[in-house]
């Protein structure tokens, strides 16, 4: 099926994109990589009137500023996983990177897209509720602040409004941190049946001072394991402790039996990964 007519802007300016965005409303939408935007054009699911090409607003700039890794909105998932920074300082990051979908998305699919789109099936959505970053949104108002935690408000919605431009991702480094991504899919390109996203530091006696997971796949949008994540916090990472983490996590899902796999196994799925995420988060921590 092809897409119905819609207009092309190339803005050379995040300004000129915004102002653009301001004019359209919502009969605009941004194109970033354009992994999940054409697909939807191709299936006349979206209708646009216009699409805003963010390739041209120099937002693709990759590398640490202040103790802090700053990812532009364009920066592709490919950047990311040849990244030497990111495979040794972020590997919750570059385990992410590494197994979306095919290498033909990766090379043009970005993570401000990604995560824009909230897909409750994608791979940055666990990644960002694990790793805690801090979103930059760019709007008519100047720019602003959101929380991973509250970024993201529903099945392919996000809180930004339909003025504003997702421009780059800040992320904290920790002292004695490490992460993991585990995910399941069916097949090379397929979205997860079930992905966990784990992020933890520990502090100079050896507890975990930090903690996050994040889940995709079981649920209507992403899914924080937050009763885990307190389970952990000031605890030593034996064991035992990972494992009872495990088993919290697994219930405070709430999947749905599909063509993908049984509610049941899901769940499973859920408390295998996070073990495997704590314990190899522990890994890199201790490294």
């Known amino acids: 099926m092809f897409p119905p007519r819609f207009d092309y802007r190339a803005p050379r300016s995040l300004e000129e994109a915004l102002a653009l965005l301001a004019e359209l409303g919502r009969e605009a939408r941004p194109l970033a990589g354009g992994q999940s ?3 939807l054009l191709k299936l006349r699911a979206a209708r646009p009137s216009c699409l805003v090409d963010l ?3 120099g937002l693709d700039a990759l590398g640490e500023e202040d103790g802090r890794l700053v990812v532009g909105a364009t920066v592709t998932h490919a ?3 040849r990244s030497p920074l990111v495979r040794d300082r972020y590997p919750l990051l570059h385990d992410a990177a590494c197994v979306i979908a095919d290498p033909l998305v990766r090379n043009l699919g970005t993570v401000g897209g ?3 789109h909230a897909d409750p099936a994608g791979d940055w959505g666990p990644v960002l509720l694990a790793a805690r970053p801090v979103l930059v949104a760019a709007g008519p108002a100047g720019e602003r602040e959101i ?8 099945s392919f919605e996000t809180a930004l409004a339909p003025e504003e431009l997702l421009v780059r991702v800040v992320f904290p480094r920790r002292a004695r941190g490490g992460g993991a991504y585990h995910k399941l899919r069916r097949r090379v390109g397929d979205f997860a049946t079930v992905g966990v996203a784990v992020d933890l530091a520990l502090d100079e006696a050896g507890a ?11 649920g209507l949008s992403y899914v924080r394991a937050a009763k885990a994540e ?3 916090r000031g605890r030593r990472p034996d064991r035992a402790a990972l494992r009872r983490a495990a ?10 039996s599909d063509h993908r796999g049984s509610a049941r196994y899901k769940r499973e799925l859920v408390r295998v990964f996070t073990l495997r995420g704590l314990e190899r988060s522990l890994e890199r921590a201790s490294a």
């Open 208 to 218: 975990i001072e930090h903690c996050g997971i994040g889940m995709s796949g079981v």
């Open 79 to 81: 950047a990311l996983e």
């Open 114 to 116: 990604s995560a824009a």
């Open 230 to 232: 307190e389970h952990l």
């Open 147 to 154: 929380p991973a935690e509250g970024f993201f408000v529903g």
């Open 37 to 39: 935007l054409i697909p």
């Open 247 to 256: 088993e919290i996590a697994a219930e405070e899902v709430h999947p749905v």
């Open 55 to 57: 390739r041209y607003l």
